[in-house]
Structures are given as C-alpha cells and as structure tokens.
C-alpha cells in the first residue's frame, strides 16, 4: 500500500471506531483524530481538554510566524518545516545544562526559563517534563510569561497530573491531556495537525 493509502485507511478505521462518541466542538476533531492516529490511543477522545477556541487561536498565531518554544529535541524535529517556524529548543546547551547541575533543577526548567526571557509571548509546547511546565505556570502567574498558547501534554507518574491541573489555572489558550498520557508524539500530532489546517 502507498503511504497516502494507509493514512486515508487508517483515518477511517478511527472515524468509525470513534462513530456517535464524540460531541464536543467540532473544529477539535481533526486534531484528536490525529493525536489517536498517532498513538492508537482512543483515550484522547475524552482527556484531550481545549480552551474555548482554542484551534482558531492557535492557528492564528502560527500562520504570523510564531516562535515555538519546545521542551524537548525530538519535539523540536518532528514539527512540519513546512511553514519555517523559528524553533527553540536549547536543552542540550552546554551553559543550560551547567546552570541546571550547579541549581540542582532539571535542564528543562532552565530551559524554559531562559526562553521567556527572549520569548514570553511564544507558543510553548510541552510533550514530555512536567517540570518545564509547573515552571512555565509560575512564570506566568508571576507576570514574567504571557504565552500566545500553550500546549500541556507531558506524560509520566511524577508531578504530570499536578503540571496540568496547574496549567488549568492559569489565563492563557491551551491544549491539555488529562491524566497521565501524553508524550512528544501526542505535543507533535496537535502541533502539526494545527499547521495541516493553516490555509
């Protein structure tokens, strides 16, 4: 089978197998259809959580050349270059990671840290630390960060469920994955779904 075959297979099998479930806001579809293509996870049906209008806010700020502050490299690599978005992703920074031991605080906070200095009002997307986003959540509340949009998906057993209920408090667009699933692929699959529907 061709590659464009399999997607428009695979898109149908989960547009079936998803059938009446689904009545929330109807521009969230195809975004959730695309984080369960890429995790065959129909949890995300009912976890994924998106502020009210949030797609058209989102898409909004990529289509004006947003900067997109990621918490991780592998995030960072799969976001479609098709638009050219500056992308900034420093966790691998010598002086990030050298801050980060002397603090005794993960690359990721340092990291984030670091990006709203230069970037406050930047689209950030978490997939993977909740470290990063409590932290991003705290710098907003303090009135250092004012994100266009933030995407909270981080996945694990540590402080991911207290990250999202925290990023549920505070005044900004968002995308949230209830619960404890998430990951990188979940952060790439709405982020490149977004871009898919920029015309």
């Known amino acids: 089978m061709r590659p464009e075959t399999i ?11 998803i059938g009446g479930r689904y009545s929330g806001a109807e521009e969230n579809l ?5 984080v369960i293509h890429a995790t065959a996870d129909f949890d995300f049906l009912d976890s994924l959580y998106f502020s009210d209008n949030a797609v ?18 592998m ?29 005794g605080v993960t690359r990721s906070i340092v990291n984030i840290e670091h990006a709203v ?24 509340k303090n009135g250092e960060a004012e994100p266009g949009f933030v995407i909270g998906v981080p996945v694990g057993f540590v402080n991911v469920i ?15 994955a209830h619960g404890r699933k ?8 709405i982020i490149n779904a977004l871009l898919y529907g920029i015309n």
């Open 182 to 189: 998430g990951g990188t692929t979940v952060a790439c699959a």
């Open 75 to 103: 995030l960072a690599a799969g976001i479609s270059k098709k638009y050219k978005l500056k992308i900034i992703c420093n966790v691998a920074d010598e002086n990030i990671k050298n801050e980060a031991e002397r603090r």
């Open 56 to 73: 058209k806010t989102a898409r909004e700020i990529l289509k004006n050349n947003a900067v997109i502050v990621t918490d991780t490299l």
């Open 117 to 140: 200095k230069n970037f406050p009002n930047a689209f950030y997307a978490i997939g993977n630390a909740p470290t990063a986003l409590i932290r991003l959540c705290e710098l907003i």
């Open 30 to 34: 195809p975004l959730i259809k695309r």
């Open 162 to 176: 207290e990250a999202k209920q925290m990023l549920e408090t505070v005044e900004v667009p968002k995308i949230i």
């Open 7 to 17: 997607e428009q297979e695979s898109m149908r099998i989960i547009e079936s197998m």
